[in-house]
């Protein structure tokens, strides 16, 4: 398949539906006019369909592998990272006093976003490093950022990021990793940890592990954890890669799919680390890191989605079955029922998804508060409903393909495989909507009745144009929050047993708003015939969402294990 990234629908977005000209009108961001940014897409499109795209299969059929010690990537993964590097898309929006190009997360968003779709196993190597840069740029010591930033800025080094333990996965606070001060400020950090992604490569000079462990005096729990610094290869005096550390892979793991992306089991035994932020003051640190992968990932449920959906598509234009005016499968009403919900729900995703790049941007500009807040409520949407569309539309597009989907050699399969662990990494889809009802909604729900106003506003008046989609658009988000309003009056068990489909309702609504800005700015093209889809046939699914959202705990608390058992 030949990939092609959707510049058009970009340049709507950023027009015309997530208002990245708020972004681009700041002093911060007053370079990235609409000239400069079409530009940046117009070249990354290009390493993407050329170089990254043809990258995928060999990704899947050539996994990454453990070699006495060492892992050894995917054939043409080295060429390919060094295209990345090269270009400087690793440090779209690092700054620039190390070597970034300062451009706005937005930016940075949608080359993710055609990244992933042309080869996600190879875009999480930059993608860890992108979060470690944000990191150590808000918590590091100057001579820390002095040697670190601009190598990691230029590709020549790599960044993961170590949480997880065997037994400590979401609950973080239970990690049992050492770290012991050496007396020259330096400490020696002992523990496992694993799902490390790309924990070692073959193709950078270093590979630089952001590693949570607990001093000797750390409380039980995420607040005595601090955050450290441990190179696979402690720098000399000029900064160069020295000698070796004391860690190693101890394994890959055996995954589902993304084989090209290698999933490490790292042992650090006494490796020399240095302290990232304050003692005891980690989890602050790496949430840094973990918010940024956040919308990373949802991204990557996007560009999945992309992905898989030009392939269906692809595939529906030439399969011949049956009798159609086309001549193909497209012809079908239900194959074109299949293909229109790939693209409306892949819309509605990457605008939730910029929406919140817009946000984090303009309270990186501004300072406002109100955008930090729209931002921090948007993450756990941007995250679940995004990966959760990326797996959904992967799954229709094998459907597509009727029985050639379940055959590796199509290729489509390759999509339901990659994507399935989006909704699992960087906090599961669960834990996302409890942050949502919990902690998002601890202003007694002022950012959401903020974007709700919002919705509102904009389809009044859309009502002299699209009188029947802005009706339906006003009274989803009229429902959206009233269930806000009840959700907020109820204690958090209850909140916590409906936080999914509040969730996925919440995301429902945004999704209807963002596809009447488009019908809006495209009244009389294929934009708007999209929206009327998303909004008469999908949007409507808010209803039931959000009568499970208001049903409370009880109910489901009173289903016993014993009437779960076979």
Known sequence: MSYRAPLDEYRLLLNHVVGFDAVAGTDKFADATPETVDAILTEAAKMCEEVLAPLNRNGDLDPAVLENGKVRSSKGFAEGYKAVADGGWVAVSADPEYGGMGLPM????????????SCMALHLNPLMTQGQIEALEH?????????????????????????????????VGA??????????????????????????NDFTENVCHLVLARLPDGVPGTKGISLF???????????????????KVVSLEHKLGLHGSPTCVMAFEGAKGWLIGKENDGMRAMFTMMNNAR?????????????????????ALERKQGHTQEGTIIGHADVRRMLATMKADTFAA???ALSLAVAIDMSNATGDAEWKARAAFLTPIAKAFGTDTGIDVANIGLQV???????????????VRDVRVTSIYEGTNGIQAMDLVGRKLMDGGEAAYRLLDEIEAFAEGARTTFPELAELVWQSSENLRETTEALVARDMPDRFAVAVPFLRGFARVLGGYFHLCAAMAKPDRAEARIARFYITRLLPE?????AHAREGAADLMAISPDDLAV
């Open 106 to 117: 937005t930016v940075t968003s949608i080359v993710n976003d055609m990244m992933v779709a």
């Open 139 to 171: 918590h590091a010591s100057d001579a820390i950022k002095d040697l670190y930033l601009p190598k990691l800025v230029t590709g020549e080094w790599a960044g993961t990021m170590n949480l997880t333990e065997p037994q400590a996965g979401s609950d």
């Open 175 to 200: 990690l049992s990793s050492k770290a012991e001060p050496n007396g020259d400020g330096t400490y020696s950090v002992t523990g496992q940890k694993i799902f490390i992604s790309w924990g070692d």
């Open 229 to 247: 610094l441990v190179p696979r290869n402690i720098p000399d005096e000029t900064g160069a890669p020295g000698t070796a550390n004391s860690l």
């Open 295 to 315: 919308l990373g990932v949802g991204v990557q449920g996007v560009g999945t989605a992309e992905g898989a959906t030009q392939k269906a598509m692809e595939y």
């Open 350 to 352: 990457r605008s939730i």
């Open 401 to 415: 393909h009727g029985g050639m989907g379940f055959v590796e050699e199509t290729g489509a399969a390759q999509y």
């Open 542 to 546: 808010h209803v039931g969402l959000l």
